[in-house]
């Protein structure tokens, strides 16, 4: 009907009539439907239920939902072991791992009946697991995948954040005791390792631990969000994990992906703004975590309290732990170390703790460890670290009638010389006969990096523009990723002559050196600068460059090599919860630590120092002038500052010395 007719049906007093008219036609067409014949149903031809039949393969699969004890379930896969007659392990040890990236992802039965074929995932070290005939176990955290409950990024233990009675501690204690009293096949003893998240895991295990639990590796952990590893470095913001944030918790199964218009990340953060805006743009307003980060971020109470070194130094040392740190870790270059001297002092018999610090990036140790990037090692140092550190040490806790592991308190590798040193300290970084003597290095006039104090005070200056931020990396920027083809891994060995030619990153060289310099431990920044904004970023890198020829590997001729460097956001110079304006145009002194080193300046090479004002997209833009929360800055809050360092600033290098070396 057209509106004209319908208009006229109304003045005619004929809408009542044409309404029963139409629900007489809609009743006549549902009775058609349901008069429509029924079909007879195709069977499925997908079971409701289907479970392989791996008769060959060399271990057997079993998944179990644990209950903890508030009654939730945890999905745990338990890979058996079989020996050559089909025979299932006896008395065999159990190495766990918990994770909130799919448990059945990393046990998927692949092509091959092998186990190791079957152990996927970045945290296995599936060569010495399945050639020590360990029984493997992965279980999804609470909350994530195919287990029950709540997820939490990095679950608190309990306490002040997190009021209930059930942590990442208590599931793992009611899950080693499920596994003892239910896995026959086991010898009662269970270890845990993992890397990042998964290496958070192990560190929860040791608050209250299960008798049963022999030994604890915790790889690359994250331990400390704000200080040094995923969120903050000393307050500024990584950014660049916000795809992390959303696709991890926006969704048990990690089903929500990120998602952007633009091939090059640095355009994709620039566009928006501040890390408020874009999480706006993509919906996380929605997402628990990312409004806790948003409301804090400065290092208050919510940080501090989780802080895993913090809580473990509050803890009885019963465990026997193995901290590994990489070198090059591009994700949580904190943690371990940070746990390292939280602990060590508790170790009264000197056995109970060992550290390994591998030429790595993040999780390298359990893959090829021959080169990263363009950086050559002489040797697969990841099977190294497997076959000598690894295996030895968990065999001596896991095994019925092992022999005590030879393994140095602490093992640690050598850059710049390419060899391993077994230690009996750290950060002294040698043993006896040597001593590590704080040395600076300071950023003098001529821009020149000298062991001699300058005479002078002057300082050299640049235009910091958050228009145009210093990238961290050679542009186009890649998102974090770890596809085959991605190269987020290797952002801490880049050349550094990208950020050496540009006008607003201050560059200052030693002379070539003449004999080594060798350093272990961690650099100390004492920077005196000012600038004409009411806030301010300072970014510093130590640098190894190369000799202009590299004979041996050509591409490597002045070759800028980052051997430490970490970013300090100002408002934090009086303390890391007292954020502040700074006092515009007045020299203000700024310290804060580097990552660790053990590095080996090499005759031939100089050292340099690069100080910059921005670090981007990896950190957000500070916007140089002083704001309550740099995360939702304003467009108009962003202004250019000038920035002047002083003559008196230097880099303290743990300088080693003495024949002990």
Not at 75 to 81: A, D
Not at 430 to 457: E, I, W
Not at 621 to 626: I, K, S, V
């Amino acid at each position: 009907m057209s509106r004209k007719a319908l208009a006229a049906s109304v003045r005619a007093g004929l809408l009542p009539v044409l309404a029963t008219a139409l629900l007489v036609v809609s009743a006549g067409a549902a009775a058609r439907q349901d008069a429509a014949p029924q079909y007879p149903s195709y069977p499925s031809e997908t079971p409701a239920k289907f479970t392989p039949v791996n008769a060959d393969a060399d271990f057997e699969r079993r998944e179990v939902m644990i209950p903890m004890r508030d009654g939730v379930k945890l999905h745990t896969v338990i890979l058996i072991p079989k020996n050559l007659n089909g025979d299932h392990a006896k008395k065999a040890g159990i190495l766990l791992t918990r994770t909130p990236y799919d448990a059945d992802g990393m046990t998927t039965l692949a092509q091959s009946g092998h186990m190791e074929s079957n152990l996927e995932g970045y945290d296995n070290a599936a060569d010495v697991i399945v050639e020590d005939g360990y029984i493997r176990v992965v279980q999804d955290v609470r909350g994530k995948y195919h287990s029950e409950g709540d997820y939490v990024m990095n679950r608190p233990p309990h306490g002040p954040i997190n009021p209930t009675p059930v942590d990442d501690a208590t599931d793992t204690y009611d899950t080693i005791d499920w596994l003892v009293k239910h896995v026959p096949e086991s010898n009662g003893k269970v270890g845990t390792l993992g890397i990042s998240y998964d290496g958070f895991e192990p560190l929860m295990a040791l608050i209250h631990p299960h008798p049963a639990l022999k030994v604890s590796v915790p790889m690359n952990p994250m331990v400390d969000g704000w200080m040094g590893d995923d969120w903050f470095h000393h307050g500024a913001f990584r950014e660049q994990n916000l795809p992390y944030i959303y696709e991890q918790t926006a969704s048990r199964g990690n089903s929500y992906k990120w998602w952007s218009n633009v091939h090059d990340d640095y355009d994709l953060y620039l566009r928006a703004g501040s890390a408020g805006e874009l999480a706006r743009e993509h919906g996380m307003e929605k997402l628990p975590f990312w409004q806790k980060v948003l409301a804090h971020p400065a290092y208050d109470s919510f940080w501090q309290d989780q802080a895993v070194d913090k809580l473990l130094a509050k803890e009885p040392l019963k465990v026997p732990v193995m901290l590994v740190h990489s070198l090059w870790d591009q994700e949580d270059i904190y943690g371990a170390i940070a746990v390292y001297k939280a602990i060590k002092p508790k170790d009264t018999s000197g056995t109970m703790v060992k550290l390994v610090m591998g030429p790595w990036h993040h999780g390298q140790e359990i893959g090829d460890g021959s080169s990263l990037g363009a950086i050559k090692f002489g040797s697969d140092t990841g099977r190294y670290f497997r076959e000598h550190m690894l295996r030895p040490y968990l065999a001596q806790y896991l095994k019925n009638d092992a022999p005590k592991a030879d393994v140095a308190p602490v093992t640690a590798f050598q850059t710049g010389s390419n060899r391993w040193e077994n230690l009996r300290h750290w950060p002294a970084g040698c043993n006896s006969g040597c001593a590590v003597k704080p040395t600076p290095l300071y950023l003098g006039d001529g821009m020149k990096a000298t062991f001699t104090k300058p005479a002078d005070d002057g300082g050299d200056s640049y235009v910091s523009d958050p228009a145009h931020p210093v990238p961290f990396r050679a542009r186009p920027i890649q998102p974090v990723a770890y596809g085959e083809h991605d190269t987020w891994a290797q952002w801490l060995v880049d050349d550094q002559r990208e950020a050496s030619g540009r006008t607003d990153v201050l560059t200052y060289t030693s002379d070539v050196l003449t004999a080594p310099v060798t350093i272990a431990g961690e650099p100390q920044v004492h920077l005196t600068a000012s600038t004409t904004g009411t806030d301010s970023d300072w970014v510093v890198k130590l640098i190894d460059v190369y000799p202009d020829e590299v004979a041996a590997q050509p591409e490597m001729g002045g070759y800028q090599l980052a051997v430490a460097m970490d970013i300090l956001r100002g408002r934090y110079r009086q303390g890391f919860d007292k954020p502040e304006p700074i006092k515009a145009n007045t020299p203000l002194p700024y310290t804060f630590t580097l990552p660790t080193a053990n590095h080996v300046f090499l005759p031939g090479h100089r050292i340099m120092v690069q100080v910059q004002s921005s670090w981007f997209p990896l950190y957000d833009r500070n916007p140089q002038t002083f704001v309550p929360n740099i995360m939702l800055a304003r467009p108009t809050d962003y202004r250019k500052a000038t920035q002047e360092v002083f003559h008196s600033s230097y880099v303290e290098l743990p300088v080693v010395s003495g024949k002990g070396y």
